[in-house]
């Protein structure tokens, strides 16, 4: 009698677990409480037991909530729905605090929607519902819904009413939310140190990201034919003898991490992608002889890559920067690419968008093989010293391997990926590491001899024809001009939003002065007045500029936990106009910035470079 009434507000609040829900059995049976409030019960091996107490379960649920240690600063979340008596007062003892409730979607919340009316809790806007088991799904829950000011906040309870018949389910749910936890840490500490520096990159990376043919010239070129990606893991050290013998026979895409073992062995990959930002990436490429491959490189790439590298260069895009979509009206279609944790997912995306068949992954341990974080002869190869602050994965060869949060995201972007993917063979041949669900296990002379081609074929040859062809019609596009103006217009936006910003620190400071020496209230009065006047100015100022520097985006925001926005409130006292000072010195710092990278864009863009 309740389940309509329920289902209202499930498919309102959460419309993704409205068909989770809808028609789903359970082995679970209701009966009434001695107080004839409706209880849960089960049969297990031909003993039945209850799930909540067969007298009171109302006060049960109440007392457990009541029992909670948990505070108001913290993020709840609780394995076991049931009845949701519990959940009704942890929501009221709590009232204002999230809620994540969690249960595999053919639990007892299967049986309660139709028992009990929930409206006032399922309608509770602090409450979360999670209806999953599979781990995966779990920590995707986890990206999508707790952000990372949760993270450190974040308590998690066992409903033992409930997680007595969930056991085994609920430890593997309580490491994938960990997991998940983990993972956007990692995110974040990546957004915290490298934002600035993506930023720099794509200024100046403009010229030989529109002058480079797009990756999409290589879509579809390359249908059925055999591929193998080679990331830097450290079972590759005893596997690069044999891609010589694939050489030709498959098409061959190195990370650049790899890059330097495959030529040292005299394997000559036909594509390398080179992604990263960071300074240590520009190092991989120097002394490099003019390469004989393919490479393909993203916007924010380290910028002596592009610059310095005498090569075959193809154009990605990989992230939304803020500054490449204004740009979008004057610059050509380049081709997208989906971003992971690692240069080898993005090169996991750019085979399949080849067409390349199967899909051959070597060196993608992922793991610490041998005690070894990459392959020997790569820039980053180290021994793991401790197993500390490290978590257990499933191994290549059964059993538990030893690897790291980041290599870990890496193996969720993978298995993520997988899951959707229906038209392609993937083969791990890493012969170590972790297990990557979704793959098929071969050993890379397996793999060599049934999916390799029978004849040779120069796969660099035609990927340098795609290059040329691609090249004269960027040329021939005069696209400079209207770039050339749309970065001097934002320059000008930028330097006006500078001169109003140093005119607010100006009177801000003053004011400063004159509230510490001697309180004057004209003066006071007129310098409030004309800090108002400017913040007004700045803070539309501002809007012009918040798609050219990354600091100013909503997510990089959060990652840094503060905004670039100092708004003047009336009657601020000593700590909130101290705070108000620090941020437009910090605004100002961030347009100092703006106005660097857009006037290295504009020297760097004419076309004759």
Not at 96 to 106: N, Q, R
Not at 147 to 153: H, L
Not at 375 to 384: N, P, V
Not at 520 to 547: F, M, P, T
Request: hydrophobic letters at 45%; glycine letters at 8%.
């Amino acid at each position: 009698m309740f389940f309509e009434t329920n289902m209202a507000v499930i498919t309102r609040r959460f419309p993704g677990l409205a068909e989770k829900v809808r028609g789903r059995t359970s082995f679970y049976r209701t009966a009434a409480a001695k107080n004839g409030l409706p209880t849960l019960r089960a049969l297990e091996n031909g003993r039945e037991f209850y799930l909540h107490s067969p007298y009171d379960p109302l006060t049960e649920g109440s007392r457990w909530a009541e029992g909670l240690d948990a505070g108001r600063e913290n993020v709840i979340c609780i394995l076991g729905i049931g009845m949701a008596y519990h959940l009704e007062k942890v929501l009221e003892r709590f009232a204002g605090i999230p809620v994540f409730a969690v249960e595999p979607a053919d639990g007892p919340f299967a049986v309660a929607v139709h028992e009990r009316d929930l409206t006032h809790i399922l309608a509770n806007e602090n409450l979360n519902l999670c209806l999953e088991k599979d781990p995966l799904a779990i920590r995707d829950f986890v990206h999508t819904k707790i952000s990372y000011e949760m993270i450190g906040k974040l308590k998690i309870f066992d409903y033992q009413p409930i997680a007595r018949a969930f056991q085994e389910n609920f430890r593997e749910v309580r490491k994938a939310l960990m997991e998940g936890g983990s993972a956007i840490c990692v995110d974040v500490a990546t957004i915290q140190g490298f934002y600035k520096l993506w930023t720099e990159n794509v200024y100046n990376n403009l010229h030989p990201f529109i002058c480079s043919p797009g990756v999409k010239e290589l879509y579809g070129q390359f249908a059925d034919v055999p591929g193998v990606i080679v990331a830097a893991g450290p079972s590759l050290n005893k596997n690069v003898c044999l891609l010589k013998k694939a050489k030709g026979r498959m098409l061959i895409i190195a990370v650049d991490t790899a890059m330097r073992v495959l030529l040292k062995e005299g394997v000559v990959p036909d594509l390398v992608v080179t992604v990263d930002a960071a300074p240590l990436t520009g190092k991989l490429w120097e002394e490099m002889p003019k390469p004989d491959f393919g490479i393909v490189f993203e916007a924010a790439v380290h910028h002596w890559i592009p610059h310095n590298v005498d090569g075959c260069f193809f154009a990605a895009r990989c992230n939304p920067y803020p500054v490449l979509l204004w740009l979008e009206s004057v610059l050509p279609e380049k081709g997208l690419l989906k971003i992971g944790p690692s240069t080898a997912n993005v090169a996991f995306d750019l085979a399949h968008k080849m067409g390349l068949r199967p899909i051959v992954l070597a060196g993608q341990d992922l793991a610490f093989s041998d005690g070894l974080t990459h392959a020997r002869g790569t820039m980053f190869g180290k021994e793991i010293a401790s197993t500390e602050g490290l978590v257990e994965v499933d191994g290549y060869y059964g059993g538990k391997v030893m690897t790291s949060w980041v290599f870990h995201s890496m193996l969720q972007w993978y298995e993520g990926h997988l899951r959707s993917l229906e038209d392609c063979l993937v083969i791990n041949a890493t012969g170590g590491g972790a297990n990557i669900k979704g793959t098929v296990r071969m050993t890379l002379e397996e793999v060599i001899a049934e999916y390799a081609l029978l004849e040779k074929q120069d796969f660099a040859g035609r990927i340098r024809e795609l290059h040329a062809d691609a090249s004269g019609v960027i040329r021939g596009s005069g696209i400079f001009t209207g770039l050339g103006i749309l970065l001097q217009n934002a320059l000008n936006d930028a330097e006006e939003c500078h001169k109003i910003c140093r005119r607010q620190l100006k009177l801000a400071g003053k004011l400063a002065e004159t509230l510490a020496r001697r309180p004057d209230s004209y003066r006071i009065r007129e310098l409030v007045g004309q800090i108002q006047k400017a913040n007004s100015l700045l803070l539309k100022a501002r809007e012009k500029i918040l798609h050219l520097h990354l600091a100013f985006h909503p997510s990089i925001e959060a990652s840094l936990g503060k905004r670039f926005l100092p708004v003047w409130q009336e009657g601020m006292r000593d700590g909130e106009l101290e705070s108000f000072l620090n941020l437009s010195e910090e605004l100002k710092e961030k347009i100092d910035e703006t106005i660097s990278y857009l006037k290295t864009a504009l020297a760097k863009i004419r076309p004759d470079r």
